[in-house]
């Protein structure tokens, strides 16, 4: 009895050393590894060999700060992010991006079944965490162009600079319709019209690659020079009350599927590869809670095939506080359809508890697969199985010389002209370049972290000229006057300046300063002091032109009897040169607004249709100029 014990006893061990042994080797009927399989048996075959410790670990992306190499081969991570202004380190070159990604997805190369990390990034109005990138309008202004060609070939543009760092993935378009501008995200939406945004989608062509014929809906990215797209924040995000970030959207279903929804056809549609949901309520139900809108509309009735991403501790925040009862809110989320998790408080408790819940039963382990495969089908469809490793290769990308001239177009196309004199027979603008002398005022005259907003190389943006490269309206206006033009910057003048300054005439900038997400959320939209200042002391002795610098329209009723011309140039990015190319006739205005631009904030929200409608400016208003 003693023998056959033993023979036992020796025979689980080498069972249990087999299995270890097949747990850490590579596997030898690995068809997901021949790009000659069809994708839908390379998704398969690797899903056959994962365990559930493998497949949780694809559910997750965690933060470059902790993406260590014990995190990933401990938990195998599927996906690494960057968090607004989370960087290599301060400045760093395109080398440095690419050195520090690949450092990553080694790690992830390296686990049993080697299946490469996704990494994603927020790259809202071109590459805009990475120093000397080419920093374009926010959405506000591109909505005014109406010209869905134009916001293609910035998703062309965006797409190589992001690339151009190693990264394959960016958490844009935005294709919210914010319907009231006291939202602190209404400067990441093309319009308070759907329309505008539906005709807006075509920026996710534009970095994924056209969708080949006969293949819609179905998540698609062409390759090297392209990046996997996100259309969020899925659903209702702009139409929260009053305006607060991540608040309840109380709307009908008229509302919901007439405004709110439509965007998402046109980006499924596209072949959007992934999909973000909402931090806001929709009628009282947390969105990324909402089974019924993420599962059994997004996925059954739209027939998405991407993946469905959290936002940023989305899954924590379904409770208040913040990750009160954490086992609820991962079985809300999971079972509500969330394929990714971005980000934890407390990456161990997540893994552990979404396992556990699982292995009891509480999740069907047909959601877990439902979101693996989600996941497989973008990374296969990508290529990053047979090319999961960046180069230095596009490097020259980063900011070039074509990428900042397709920006100048992008803002000349952005202005829009509110008010040219008193009428038509006495304009102010085209401004004359060779002139005496003139007057530049205003906090936003030579400030490209003003210029450029939130979102820009750090979350909430700067203050300042030394966070990237661009060109200032102050350096802009220089460059395009004649060179026996003398131009004076006081950033606030006071009136006995200005009237003994023998100025020809005066051009102020003013306007909001940087903010992201709920830091935006405002009551009152006045753009602060010295703005009326500046406007009220060069307006009052010399022909001037007020520049709104702001990503929304902002109270200006009181100002504008004081001031010959009014110009919106919304948040204009890196290319200053593109408001002097205007402002001084080289380029006429084009555009036309976009959004309502309100009197009072007590008509709020108010919008195109509405039966108390009584603007300042009326949707769709912009006066033209020629060039000269």
Not at 87 to 103: G, I, L, Q, R
Not at 210 to 230: M, R, S, W, Y
Request: net charge positive; proline share 5%.
């Amino acid at each position: 009895m003693g023998s056959l014990s033993y023979l036992l006893q020796t025979l689980g061990l080498l069972l249990l050393c087999y299995a270890v042994a097949a747990y850490k080797v590579p596997l030898t009927n690995a068809k997901y590894k021949n790009p000659k399989e069809p994708l839908g048996v390379r998704i398969k075959n690797l899903m056959s060999s994962m365990t559930l410790e493998e497949k949780i670990g694809q559910m997750i992306q965690v933060e470059r700060a902790n993406a260590t190499a014990e995190v990933i081969e401990k938990y195998f991570i599927g996906s690494v992010f960057s968090g607004g202004g989370s960087v290599p380190k301060p400045n760093a070159s395109p080398e440095a991006w690419v050195d520090m990604v690949n450092e990553i997805q080694k790690k992830a190369l390296s686990t049993r079944l080697g299946i490469p990390i996704i990494y994603g990034i927020d790259a809202v109005h071109g590459h805009n965490n990475v120093y000397n990138a080419t920093i374009f309008p926010h959405n506000i202004g591109l909505g005014v162009t109406r010209d869905p060609g134009l916001v293609k070939r910035i998703g062309e543009a965006t797409a190589l600079e992001v690339r151009a760092t190693g990264i394959q993935y960016v958490f844009a378009p935005c294709i919210a319709v914010c319907r009231d501008p006291r939202w602190g995200r209404c400067y990441e939406s093309y319009s308070e019209d759907h329309r505008i945004v539906q005709q807006m989608t075509e920026i996710i062509p534009g970095l994924q690659g056209d969708l080949p014929t006969n293949q819609k809906g179905v998540p698609f990215v062409a390759g090297k020079t392209k990046v996997a797209a996100c259309a969020k924040h899925f659903v209702g995000d702009g139409g929260t009350l009053r305006g607060m970030n991540a608040n309840n959207t109380v709307t009908s279903s008229n509302g919901l599927f007439g405004i709110h929804m439509p965007a998402y056809y046109d980006a499924v549609n596209k072949g959007v590869a992934t999909v973000m949901v909402s931090y806001s309520s929709l009628n009282g139900l947390k969105m990324h809670a909402n089974k019924k809108l993420i599962t059994g509309f997004l996925k059954n009735k739209l027939k998405f095939r991407g993946i469905v991403i959290s936002d940023y501790l989305g899954v924590d925040q379904i409770t208040t506080p913040l990750g009160a009862n954490y086992s609820h809110s991962i079985n809300a989320a999971i079972t509500a359809g969330l394929d990714m998790i971005m980000g934890s408080s407390n990456l161990t408790e997540l893994i552990d508890e979404l396992t556990s819940q699982v292995k009891r039963k509480l999740i069907p382990m047909s959601r877990i697969d439902d979101a693996v495969k989600r996941i497989l089908r973008v990374k296969f469809t990508m290529g990053l199985f047979e090319d999961p490793m960046a180069d230095h290769s596009l490097a020259n990308q980063l900011g070039s010389k074509e990428h900042r001239e397709l920006a100048r177009e992008a803002v000349r196309k952005s202005l829009v002209l509110l008010k040219n004199g008193e009428n038509a027979d006495k304009p102010l603008l085209p401004l004359p370049k060779k002139t005496k002398k003139i007057l530049v005022a205003g906090t936003h005259a030579d400030n490209l972290g003003y210029q450029c907003g939130g979102w820009t190389i750090t979350w909430q943006g700067l203050n300042g000229n030394n966070l990237t490269i661009g060109t200032t309206i102050l350096a802009a206006v220089k460059n395009t006057v004649d060179p026996k033009t003398t131009v004076v910057y006081d950033q606030n003048p006071d009136s006995n300046f200005v009237k003994s300054g023998e100025f020809d005439y005066g051009i102020v900038v003013v306007g909001e300063k940087p903010y992201a997400e709920g830091f935006g959320d405002s009551t009152n939209l006045t753009i602060s002091e010295p703005g009326p200042s500046a406007i009220g002391n060069v307006c009052a002795s010399v022909k001037c032109v007020v520049v709104v610098v702001s990503g929304r329209p902002v109270v200006m009723q009181p100002y504008i009897s004081n001031m010959d011309a009014l110009v919106a140039a919304w948040l204009p990015g890196t290319e200053g040169q593109g408001v002097a190319d205007v402002l001084f006739g080289d380029y006429g205005f084009t555009g036309k607004l976009a959004r309502t631009w309100f009197k009072t904030v007590d008509q709020l929200p108010m919008n195109v249709g509405d039966p108390h409608y009584d603007p300042l400016y009326p949707f769709g208003f912009g006066l033209i100029t020629n060039p000269v």
